[in-house]
């Protein structure tokens, strides 16, 4: 399986592919599993054929989210399409079951040949609308020990959409997530999906620790150069079509977007 690697030449470019509502969701209307897999797989392919570096399929559309998801329909779900988008793209596959079931997500990487996960809250508590969420770093390294297998932890810090329940400066919780948590990359966004963080936010955590540091929400081709230092791009919301669909061209765009940035 293609394991996700940091570009040294420009930035990692990671595309979201939001997938339909899954069994088990309250929002769930009865959609085929297959046509769901064809929806993830389809997709996918169009951000391999771009020229991303990885994708991350992610249960966007299950909202309200429970903090861990319980029903064993969407873990299987995810677990069927991982593995036929795993199958059917040349490049590495993350998972994000939100609203932050890391330990889950790792499971289903390890049977299904994903790489990478994406932890909302994997080393600090938070409060959201999902309700108060503890972190799950320990139970994400003790699934990876049960399983015998290493999965790529990229952990959000001070998430969107949620508050942190602590006082600590943005810099240490960087360094308890990567010294104490083990993490292998953090995240930075902005308050809401869709909206870019401040650009200082990015550089306070990039000069806090010695790991990559992705942007994880609002970028897009007209405001990226903002963040020229970051170390990886996660796109999802600039991406899709009026039907959800990924946009070809917009992730030819991205793509470009991401070159233009190539270091000399």
Same mark, same amino acid.
């Given at each position: 399986?293609?394991?996700?690697?940091?570009?040294?030449?420009?930035?990692?470019?990671?595309?979201v592919v939001h997938l339909p509502p899954l069994p088990g969701s309250i929002r769930y209307g009865g959609l085929d599993i297959?046509?769901?897999?064809?929806?993830?797989?389809?997709?996918?392919?169009?951000?391999?054929?771009?020229?991303?570096?990885?994708?991350?399929?992610?249960?966007?559309?299950?909202?309200?989210?429970?903090?861990?998801?319980?029903?064993?329909?969407?873990?299987?779900?995810?677990?069927?399409?991982? *593995?036929? !988008?795993? #199958?059917? =793209? %040349?490049?590495? +596959?993350?998972?994000?079951?939100?609203? @932050?079931?890391?330990?889950?997500?790792?499971?289903?990487?390890?049977?299904?040949?994903?790489?990478?996960?994406?932890?909302?809250?994997?080393?600090?508590?938070?409060?959201?609308?999902?309700?108060?969420?503890?972190?799950?770093?320990?139970?994400?390294?003790?699934?990876?020990?049960?399983?015998?297998?290493?999965?790529?932890?990229?952990?959000?810090?001070?998430?969107?959409?949620?508050?942190?329940?602590?006082?600590?400066?943005?810099?240490?919780?960087?360094?308890?997530?990567?010294?104490?948590?083990?993490?292998?990359?953090?995240?930075?966004?902005?308050?809401?999906?869709?909206?870019?963080?401040?650009?200082?936010?990015? *550089?306070? !955590?990039? #000069?806090? =620790? %010695?790991?990559? +540091?992705?942007?994880?929400?609002?970028? @897009?081709?007209?405001?990226?150069?903002?963040?020229?230092?970051?170390?990886?791009?996660?796109?999802?919301?600039?991406?899709?079509?009026?039907?959800?669909?990924?946009?070809?061209?917009?992730?030819?765009?991205?793509?470009n977007a991401v070159k233009a940035l190539t270091k000399p």
């Amino acid at each position: 399986m293609p394991i996700l690697r940091f570009r040294d030449d420009r930035p990692t470019l990671i595309g979201v592919v939001h997938l339909p509502p899954l069994p088990g969701s309250i929002r769930y209307g009865g959609l085929d599993i297959s046509t769901i897999v064809d929806f993830a797989v389809r997709n996918a392919r169009v951000l391999d054929e771009a020229g991303f570096d990885a994708v991350i399929l992610e249960n966007f559309n299950d909202y309200p989210f429970r903090a861990r998801v319980r029903e064993p329909e969407t873990i299987a779900s995810m677990a069927v399409i991982t *593995r036929e !988008v795993v #199958k059917s =793209v %040349n490049i590495p +596959v993350g998972i994000n079951l939100l609203r @932050n079931s890391g330990p889950e997500a790792v499971a289903i990487a390890a049977v299904t040949g994903a790489s990478f996960i994406r932890s909302n809250a994997y080393c600090e508590a938070i409060v959201s609308a999902e309700g108060l969420i503890e972190p799950v770093a320990r139970e994400v390294l003790e699934a990876m020990t049960r399983l015998n297998t290493k999965v790529t932890v990229l952990a959000d810090i001070f998430v969107k959409h949620a508050s942190p329940l602590h006082r600590m400066t943005v810099e240490d919780v960087a360094r308890d997530c990567v010294e104490r948590a083990l993490a292998d990359a953090l995240i930075v966004t902005g308050s809401r999906t869709g909206e870019p963080p401040d650009p200082l936010l990015l *550089r306070r !955590v990039i #000069k806090a =620790v %010695n790991t990559k +540091v992705l942007v994880g929400s609002g970028i @897009n081709p007209n405001n990226i150069n903002d963040y020229r230092e970051a170390h990886g791009f996660i796109v999802g919301t600039y991406l899709k079509d009026e039907e959800g669909q990924i946009d070809l061209t917009k992730a030819r765009n991205m793509v470009n977007a991401v070159k233009a940035l190539t270091k000399p």
